[in-house]
Nanobody, 124 residues
Framework: QVQLVESGGGTVQAGGSLRLSCAAS????????MGWFRQAPGKEREFVTA????????YYADSVKGRFTISRDNAKNSVHLQMNSLKPEDTAVYYC?????????????????WGQGTQVTVSS
């Protein structure tokens, strides 16, 4: 079955950096759009960033634009999220998601598969 496993979360001070990774198995990775979402306590899950099959197209939420970078390695079935200049408001559980097809949606319901999430905490 499809598995998405996130790693790389942790606690960091404001201004610091973290790199999240998501290892995928059980799917044709190179034919899936990959996305990162996050959910803070008491809030709805929100879009962070997504990347196309080839990696040639990326989208970012305005709140992370210029600070976060998504990338993928189709040979290793993995997607990464480099997070720089972290802020306390970036604190959340970060989820990796996969969607078959060429569309790059920013809405959670359009994604087929989800990981279990990894906690990111940014202290002030």
């Amino acid at each position: 079955q499809v598995q998405l496993v996130e790693s790389g979360g942790g606690t960091v001070q404001a201004g610091g950096s973290l790199r999240l990774s998501c290892a995928a198995s059980g799917l044709t990775f190179s034919r899936h759009t990959m996305g990162w979402f996050r959910q803070a306590p008491g809030k709805e899950r929100e879009f962070v960033t997504a990347i196309s099959w080839s990696g040639g197209t990326t989208y970012y939420a305005d709140s992370v634009k210029g600070r976060f970078t998504i990338s993928r390695d189709n040979a290793k079935n993995s997607v990464h999220l480099q997070m720089n200049s972290l802020k306390p408001e970036d604190t959340a559980v970060y989820y990796c998601a996969a969607r078959s097809g060429t569309a790059i949606p920013i809405i959670t319901t359009f994604y087929d598969y989800w990981g279990q999430g990894t906690q990111v905490t940014v202290s002030s």
